[in-house]
C-alpha cells in the first residue's frame, strides 16, 4: 500500500466565481465542458466526468505518453519561470507523480548539463 491517502476536503471556490471571460472565446464555459469531457449534474449539484478516456488519446497522433507529451514540457517551463527570479546556478528538481511507481527520465540535454540521471523525475 502507498503512503498516500485522502484525509479531507475543502471547497475553494465556495462563491462559484468564473474564470472564464463573458466575452472570450468560449463564452464563460470551460473548454472542457465545451468538448463533453464533463458536465454539471444538477440534481447533485456537482460536475461529473462524461468522457473518461478524453485525455488518453491524441485524435492526430494516437496515444498520448504523460510525461512526454505534458509533464517534461510544464516541468521545463516551470522552471524557466522560477529560473527567471532566481540564481541561474541554483538546481531545480522535480518529482513525478507522488506514488507513482516509475523509471522515467528526461533524457533532455537539461538533466545531462547537470551530470545528472533522475529517477521519478526532472533535474534542471
Do not use: M
Amino acid at each position: 500500500r502507498l503512503p498516500t491517502r485522502r484525509t479531507s476536503s475543502v471547497v475553494l471556490n465556495p462563491h462559484g466565481r468564473l474564470v472564464w471571460w463573458p466575452d472570450g472565446p468560449s463564452g464563460e464555459k470551460c473548454i472542457w465542458q465545451l468538448h463533453d469531457v464533463w458536465g454539471w449534474d444538477k440534481i447533485r449539484g456537482e460536475g461529473v466526468v462524461l468522457r473518461e478516456n478524453y485525455f488518453k488519446n491524441n485524435p492526430a497522433t494516437g496515444k498520448i505518453d504523460w510525461y512526454t507529451n505534458f509533464y517534461f514540457p510544464f516541468s521545463k517551463k516551470w522552471t524557466e519561470c522560477v529560473r527567471g527570479v532566481l540564481a541561474a546556478e541554483k538546481i531545480i528538481f522535480t518529482e513525478a507523480i507522488p506514488n507513482e511507481l516509475s523509471s522515467i527520465i528526461d533524457p533532455g540535454p537539461s538533466s545531462a548539463e547537470h551530470g545528472a540521471r533522475p529517477v521519478l523525475g526532472s533535474l534542471y
